[in-house]
C-alpha cells in the first residue's frame, strides 16, 4: 500500500489486515516515519536517501539495504537512493541484485520515455532562445529591433491542449523570420563538413544517365 500522497497522512491510514506499506515518504521526516511503524507494528519498504540513510533512518528499528540506484523521480530529480525495511535481520547490507533490477529497470523506463517523447516544430516566424543559441554558436550576428517583435508565451494552437512555449518566444516580422532562416541556413553551413567531387568523378557523373 501507498499511505504518502499529497495531501496524505500516514499516520491515520488504515493499515489493518496486515497491509505492507512500499512507498517513496518524505525523506525529511523518514526517521519519525519508521519509528511510528516500528511502535506500531506495521510492515514496510521505503526508499531512503542513499548517502544519508544512516542518519536518516538510525535507533529507529529500520534494516538498511544500501543500494545506490540512480532513481528519476516524477519532478525529475535523479536521487541515488536505497532502502529501509522492517523485515530481515541485518541492521545494514548491501543488496547487489536489487540494486541491479531497479538500476537496469530505470534505464529502460528512460529509453521508452525517450520513444515516446512528443516533438514539435514551430513556425519560423517564431523566434525562441534555441533558435538564437544555434545561429550564435556558429558565430552568425543575429539582431532584432522592438519594432520586428511581439512577445508570447503561447500559441493559440498550443493553448487548446494547455501547451506553451518553454521561456517564452517572440513573433517575428516577415522579412525578420526569412532574416533569421538565411541565418539558420550559414549556421548549419558553418558546422557541416562538405565533400567536394573531384574532376574524375564529375567525369563519371557527366557520363551517367
Same mark, same amino acid.
Not at 533558435?131 to 532584432?144: C, E, I, P, Y
Given at each position: 500500500?501507498?499511505?504518502?500522497?499529497?495531501?496524505?497522512?500516514?499516520?491515520?491510514?488504515?493499515?489493518?489486515?496486515?497491509?505492507?506499506?512500499?512507498?517513496?515518504?518524505?525523506?525529511?521526516?523518514?526517521?519519525?516515519?519508521?519509528?511510528?511503524?516500528?511502535?506500531?507494528?506495521?510492515?514496510?519498504?521505503?526508499?531512503?536517501?542513499?548517502?544519508?540513510?544512516?542518519?536518516?533512518?538510525?535507533?529507529?528499528?529500520?534494516?538498511?539495504?544500501?543500494?545506490?540506484?540512480? /532513481?528519476?523521480?516524477?519532478?525529475?530529480? /535523479?536521487?541515488?537512493?536505497?532502502?529501509?525495511?522492517?523485515?530481515?535481520?541485518?541492521?545494514?547490507?548491501?543488496?547487489?541484485?536489487?540494486?541491479?533490477?531497479?538500476?537496469?529497470?530505470? +534505464?529502460?523506463?528512460?529509453?521508452?520515455?525517450?520513444?515516446?517523447?512528443?516533438?514539435?516544430?514551430?513556425?519560423?516566424?517564431?523566434?525562441?532562445?534555441?533558435?538564437?543559441?544555434?545561429?550564435?554558436?556558429?558565430?552568425?550576428?543575429?539582431?532584432?529591433?522592438?519594432?520586428?517583435?511581439?512577445?508570447?508565451?503561447?500559441?493559440?494552437?498550443?493553448?487548446?491542449?494547455? +501547451?506553451?512555449?518553454?521561456?517564452?518566444?517572440?513573433?517575428?516580422?516577415?522579412? +525578420?523570420?526569412?532574416?533569421?532562416?538565411?541565418?539558420?541556413?550559414?549556421?548549419?553551413?558553418?558546422?557541416?563538413?562538405?565533400?567536394?567531387?573531384?574532376?574524375?568523378?564529375?567525369? /563519371?557523373?557527366?557520363?551517367?544517365?
Amino acid at each position: 500500500m501507498r499511505p504518502f500522497y499529497p495531501g496524505g497522512d500516514y499516520e491515520s491510514f488504515d493499515y489493518s489486515d496486515g497491509k505492507v506499506v512500499v512507498d517513496n515518504p518524505p525523506f525529511s521526516i523518514l526517521s519519525k516515519i519508521c519509528a511510528c511503524y516500528r511502535d506500531r507494528d506495521i510492515p514496510f519498504f521505503l526508499f531512503a536517501p542513499n548517502l544519508t540513510i544512516f542518519s536518516s533512518t538510525s535507533r529507529n528499528g529500520a534494516h538498511m539495504l544500501v543500494t545506490d540506484c540512480a /532513481i528519476e523521480y516524477a519532478n525529475g530529480a /535523479i536521487v541515488n537512493t536505497s532502502f529501509v525495511t522492517s523485515f530481515g535481520d541485518d541492521l545494514i547490507r548491501t543488496a547487489p541484485d536489487l540494486t541491479k533490477l531497479v538500476n537496469d529497470t530505470v +534505464k529502460r523506463v528512460r529509453r521508452e520515455s525517450r520513444k515516446h517523447l512528443p516533438k514539435y516544430a514551430y513556425p519560423p516566424e517564431l523566434l525562441t532562445v534555441t533558435r538564437l543559441n544555434k545561429v550564435s554558436n556558429a558565430g552568425v550576428d543575429f539582431r532584432v529591433k522592438a519594432s520586428d517583435v511581439a512577445f508570447t508565451r503561447a500559441l493559440d494552437s498550443q493553448k487548446a491542449v494547455r +501547451k506553451a512555449i518553454y521561456g517564452g518566444g517572440y513573433l517575428l516580422s516577415e522579412n +525578420k523570420a526569412a532574416e533569421l532562416k538565411a541565418a539558420e541556413l550559414k549556421a548549419a553551413e558553418d558546422v557541416v563538413t562538405v565533400w567536394p567531387l573531384n574532376d574524375k568523378e564529375k567525369q /563519371i557523373i557527366g557520363k551517367l544517365g
